[in-house]
């Protein structure tokens, strides 16, 4: 009977952590979506009239993904589906915050992936994409954010974070930033000197580079850009 009442307990409050997690994640990614518009309509409204060359441009891809293109690039959110915790040696793990409650750990997750603009204008879908940020909700509607650069300390402290709009539009100018500051990186002559006629048939000339910040053949086990 003990194990059955532990089961039912176990439910009821696992249960209930996910599924405030994920809603308060949702409502997260709802806020950049509309902050995401908001900046899309700024920037038109500053960069378009006097370079209309320029892509600024919003795009909604249905209730989890979202798309934000400027200039050469193009940032993806991506909402999962799945409610996740951290490895039991990641540092929030060892804050008093979740050890007083393990289930504050529970968090709904959005990807933040770099893409190339060109990668999508041309469907190269062979080209690489750098995953330039991860945030974290969790079932109390804090936050916490990993990422590269300044993105990896700016709100990193999930007990300390609540979310509200100014963080979300921090976020996304930041996001911005980094990814402008970041030009694409050709990789070394000799990194790979050699290609296959096969790799040169199986698309256009120009796709037939896999590229992303790194620009050119991708190295196995070489590392990102920090």
């Given amino acids: 009977m003990e194990s059955n009442d532990r089961i039912v307990e176990l439910i009821k409050q696992k ?15 709802n806020l950049l979506r509309s902050n995401l518009h908001k900046t899309e309509q700024y920037l038109k409204s500053i960069i378009t009239p006097a370079e209309p060359s320029i892509t600024i441009e919003y795009e909604d891809k249905g209730r989890l993904e979202v798309r934000f293109r400027f200039a050469n690039d193009v940032l993806l959110f991506f909402m999962h589906t799945t409610v996740v915790t951290f490895d039991v040696n990641h540092p929030v793990m060892k804050t008093s915050y979740i050890k ?23 469907n190269r879908t062979g080209d690489v994409g750098e995953l330039t940020a991860r945030i974290f909700v969790n079932s109390e509607n804090n936050f916490m954010m990993e990422g590269k650069r300044q993105l990896g300390i700016l709100y990193n402290d999930l007990p300390a974070t609540g979310v509200n ?6 976020i996304v100018q930041q996001l911005i930033i980094h990814v402008l500051e970041v030009d694409p990186v050709v990789t070394p002559f000799d990194a790979r ?3 296959s006629l096969q790799e040169i048939i199986d698309s256009s000339a120009p796709a037939a580079i896999v590229s992303g910040k790194r620009f050119g053949f991708v190295i196995p086990g070489s590392d990102d850009l920090s």
Avoid: W
């Avoid at 007083?100 to 041309?122: Q, T, W």
């Avoid at 709009?165 to 921090?170: C, L, P, R």
């Fill in 15 to 29: 249960g209930k952590a996910n599924e405030q997690a994920f809603n308060h994640c949702r409502d997260f990614f």
């Fill in 100 to 122: 007083e409650n393990p289930l504050r750990a529970l968090c709904g997750m959005i990807y933040v992936y770099n893409f190339l603009n060109d990668s999508l204008k041309y």
């Fill in 165 to 170: 709009e100014e963080a979300v539009n921090t």
């Fill in 193 to 195: 000197p050699v290609v």
